[in-house]
């Protein structure tokens, strides 16, 4: 049963998600995701954060339950962090169990339960700072975190232990299975959790990243112990890992990132693929690290974790019909929409009767503060002359790479 002790009276219950069912209706878990509740324990005793009714979530839930004596009647307190559905879609069926808990958020957060679950009993609002005290030397403290990643959201901070309940803020999908604590992972396992931690930013909070860095900033003085979020493993044996990790990630969105080229790429009869080869091998030259991602082949989740933590980004599409290659269209758009600015971005790609690529591309651009660099066209097949271009091109851009600050 998923149910560990992170210290006395705190225990740490996690149910894994293992579906075919896309995150969010949109991003790809093929290793699946946890959702991590958690309970205190004093005279009186709170939950923490609730799952969805998804795959058999609930049932999982019941049993880890079950396993440690508690009825779902027993609980008084149920707080509520975050109002996302991945952390309360079960809320009118736990409701119903127990009539008498009280739900606990910030402002907003009741009110979402109000508008999304029609509830407007047993509610109560708590404001930055406030306590709420369970007994036995369990006091449980609010701490207002806005937009990390909704509007509502808030931590929970229990002194006694050092634990920091998160929420979404230093999550990261993958199923956890029978482990939940940092020190139980192997290397390996911890380098798996490490991409999908970025991943997991990338995909849900990068859009977010001043708030990240600004709730970082008023949690400093908090001697946290362990980092329990609602996603992903807990940390009691180096929780700093995670924060640091989280403050880089949060760097991303304002710096330039990493010194690597992300390179994204579709063709439809293999003559941007030659164009594109010849660039490839520019950047090798100079020794440039890259990742390499094809349209539509390759879902945009994955790209958008190496587009987001680069500094650099060769884009590589046909024109279709007088405009850019639609799947490549929606992977802009998905940078748009993340945010994904500051980047140094090299665009190439071959045409058949005309060309428009680079318009609708310039256009879908505006407003990214891309640092663009000249783009290259060619119709049909390219030439010896647009090949050795496009070598040169690599060079160029791997060279603004390595010697940027």
């Given amino acids: 049963m998923n149910v560990q002790v992170i210290a006395d009276g705190v225990l740490y219950i996690h149910v894994d998600i293992k579906t075919t069912e896309l995150f969010e209706g949109i991003w790809p878990i093929p290793q699946g995701v946890s959702l991590n509740t958690y309970v205190v324990k004093g005279d009186k005793i709170a939950l923490i954060d609730l799952v969805r009714d998804w795959s058999d979530a609930p049932k999982q839930f019941e049993q880890a339950f079950a396993s440690i004596g508690i009825g779902f009647d027993a609980v008084d307190y149920l707080i509520l962090n975050h109002l996302e559905p991945d952390h309360t879609g079960w809320l009118r069926e736990f409701r119903e169990q127990n009539p008498y808990v009280e739900i606990i958020s910030t402002a907003k957060g009741i009110n979402l339960v109000k508008s999304f679950f029609k509830i407007n009993?047993?509610?109560?609002?708590?404001?930055?700072?406030?306590?709420?005290?369970l007994g036995k030397g369990k006091v449980l403290t609010f701490f207002e975190t806005p937009n990390i990643h909704w509007p509502e959201t808030m931590v929970t901070w229990e002194a006694a232990s050092g634990t920091l309940f998160s929420c979404d803020a230093f999550g990261s999908f993958g199923a956890l299975g029978t482990k939940g604590f940092d020190d139980e992972f192997t290397e390996a396992e911890h380098a798996f959790f490490e991409k999908e931690s970025l991943r997991y930013y990338a995909n849900i909070v990068s859009s977010f990243s001043a708030f990240v860095e600004r709730g970082i900033k008023k949690l400093a003085g908090l001697a946290i112990t362990c980092v329990a979020p609602s996603h992903g493993m807990v940390w009691r044996k180096d929780p700093q890992k995670i924060i640091d990790r989280y403050l880089r990630y949060a760097s991303y969105a304002k710096g330039p990132g990493e010194k690597e080229i992300a390179l994204v790429w579709g063709s439809m009869y293999g003559n941007t693929k030659q164009g594109l080869?010849?660039?490839?091998?520019?950047?090798e030259q100079e020794g440039v690290a890259y990742s390499i991602h094809r349209v539509p082949d390759e879902d945009v989740s994955y790209i958008l974790q190496d587009a987001y933590k680069s500094r650099g980004?060769?884009?590589?599409?046909p024109t279709y019909e007088y405009a850019m290659f639609p799947p490549m269209a929606w992977v802009i758009d998905i940078f748009r929409r993340k945010h994904i600015t500051g980047k140094t971005v090299l665009r190439i790609g071959s045409w058949g009767w005309v060309g428009g690529a680079k318009k609708d591309y310039e256009q879908a651009i505006t407003g990214l503060q891309w640092n663009n660099l000249e783009s290259l066209e060619w119709p049909g097949v390219p030439s010896q002359e647009d090949l050795a271009a496009l070598e040169a091109r690599g060079r160029e851009l791997a060279r603004i790479i390595k010697e940027q600050a």
């Fill in 313 to 317: 980004l060769v884009l590589a599409m």
């Fill in 277 to 283: 080869d010849a660039v490839i091998y520019g950047i």
């Fill in 121 to 133: 009993t047993g509610l109560r609002v708590v404001k930055d700072g406030e306590t709420l005290d």
